[in-house]
T-cell receptor
Framework: GAVVSQHPSRVICKSGTSVKIECRSL??????MFWYRQFPKQSLMLMAT?????????EQGVEKDKFLINHASLTLSTLTVTSAHPEDSSFYIC??????????FGPGTRLTVT | AQKVTQAQTEISVVEKEDVTLDCVYE???????LFWYKQPPSGELVFLIR??????QNEISGRYSWNFQKSTSSFNFTITASQVVDSAVYFC???????????????FGSGTQLTVLP
């Protein structure tokens, strides 16, 4: 099946620094990638949708200047959390879609901001 | 707008018991897709099943079975003879097909934490 990777799997950073998370589709081309955030014991909340070569579409309440998304190629999307704060600590999950239906999820990145 | 409700926050069963996870959805669209995902403690989402709104046929895959009823807007998931390895959070999700023919993003339910005790 289709494989999506995320790097890093875990990251700890200091408050005020920026962190970049990569999402790659390893064996298929992803026309659309999605970024989700999941707080402990909660559901996945969609943050933004990105299509290759165009600007990401952010969900209501998500600060686009804080969560920078770049979908530079059909196999790579990056999420940069700028000026991270402890409240940004969360589990970030990306998914990639190549066709009409299936979203293939990455293994997630656990971000801890100290 | 779409909504997915998983009323069961946590379920605990003893190994070999059968367990049913409930999912109720809301949408005004006539064409949509329903999904179930498993999220073990590692965090990675595991795809279990996809169903489209025109296919109400129930499905069985090993110990897993799904009951889709449009009349009650439900898509329930049953695990037969549960095992400890089934312990995880299970999410039901809904995706609505838009006019372009490309499925929209998923709307997830709040999840059900299933614990199977030995």
């Amino acid at each position: 099946g289709a494989v999506v990777s995320q790097h890093p799997s875990r990251v700890i950073c200091k408050s005020g620094t920026s962190v970049k998370i990569e999402c790659r589709s390893l064996d298929f081309q992803a026309t659309t990638m999605f970024w989700y955030r999941q707080f402990p014991k909660q559901s996945l909340m969609l943050m933004a949708t990105s299509n290759e070569g165009s600007k990401a579409t952010y969900e209501q309440g998500v600060e686009k200047d804080k969560f920078l998304i770049n979908h530079a190629s059909l196999t790579l999307s990056t999420l940069t959390v700028t000026s991270a704060h402890p409240e940004d600590s969360s589990f970030y999950i990306c998914s990639a879609r190549s066709g009409r239906y299936e979203q293939y999820f990455g293994p997630g990145t656990r971000l801890t901001v100290t | 707008a779409q909504k997915v409700t998983q009323a069961q926050t946590e379920i605990s069963v003893v190994e070999k018991e059968d367990v049913t996870l409930d999912c109720v959805y809301e949408t005004r669209d006539t064409t949509y897709y329903l999904f179930w995902y498993k999220q073990p403690p590692s965090g990675e989402l595991v795809f279990l099943i996809r169903r489209n709104s025109f296919d109400e046929q129930n499905e069985i895959s090993g110990r897993y079975s799904w009951n889709f009823q449009k009349s009650t807007s439900s898509f329930n998931f049953t695990i037969t003879a549960s095992q400890v390895v089934d312990s995880a959070v299970y999410f039901c999700a809904l995706s609505v097909l838009i006019s372009s023919g490309s499925a929209r993003q998923l709307t997830f339910g709040s999840g059900t934490q299933l614990t199977v005790l030995p």
